[in-house]
Nanobody
Framework: QVQLVESGGGLVQSGGSLRVSCAAS????????MGWYRQGPGLERELVAD?????SPKYADSVKGRFTISRENAKVYLQMNSLKPEDTAVYYC??????????WGQGTQVTVSS
C-alpha cells in the first residue's frame, strides 16, 4: 500500500502562482509514476500532469507552458503559474505502482478568482 498526503493549494487571483506538494509513504519502492489530476465543479476528474520514473513529464494541453511537474524521490510537486479561473478545482495527487494499481490523495482545493 501507498499513502499520499497533499499540501499547498488555496486561493489566488487570476495570473498568480501556487505550488502543491505531495508526499508518498508506505511501499514507495513500488511506485512507477506520480502525477496530479483535478476535478472542477460539475466536471470529471482529468489528468493535469504526470511523470514516470526515469521518464519525461506529460501535461494536459490546457496547462502546457504554465504548469511544471517535478519529482524528488517519493515527493511530487506541481508549480502552477499564470493561473486562470478555469483552473479552479480540487487537485488530487496520484501514483501508480508496478501492478498498475492507482493510489489517490485526499485532494486539495485550488481556487482562482477573476
Amino acid at each position: 500500500q501507498v499513502q499520499l498526503v497533499e499540501s499547498g493549494g488555496g486561493l489566488v487571483q487570476s495570473g498568480g502562482s501556487l505550488r502543491v506538494s505531495c508526499a508518498a509513504s508506505g511501499r514507495i519502492f513500488s511506485i512507477t509514476a506520480m502525477g496530479w489530476y483535478r476535478q472542477g465543479p460539475g466536471l470529471e476528474r482529468e489528468l493535469v500532469a504526470d511523470i514516470t520514473t526515469g521518464g519525461s513529464p506529460k501535461y494536459a494541453d490546457s496547462v502546457k507552458g504554465r504548469f511544471t511537474i517535478s519529482r524528488e524521490n517519493a515527493k511530487v510537486y506541481l508549480q502552477m503559474n499564470s493561473l486562470k479561473p478555469e483552473d479552479t478545482a480540487v487537485y488530487y495527487c496520484n501514483c501508480r505502482d508496478w501492478g498498475q494499481k492507482n493510489y489517490w490523495g485526499q485532494g486539495t482545493q485550488v481556487t482562482v478568482s477573476s
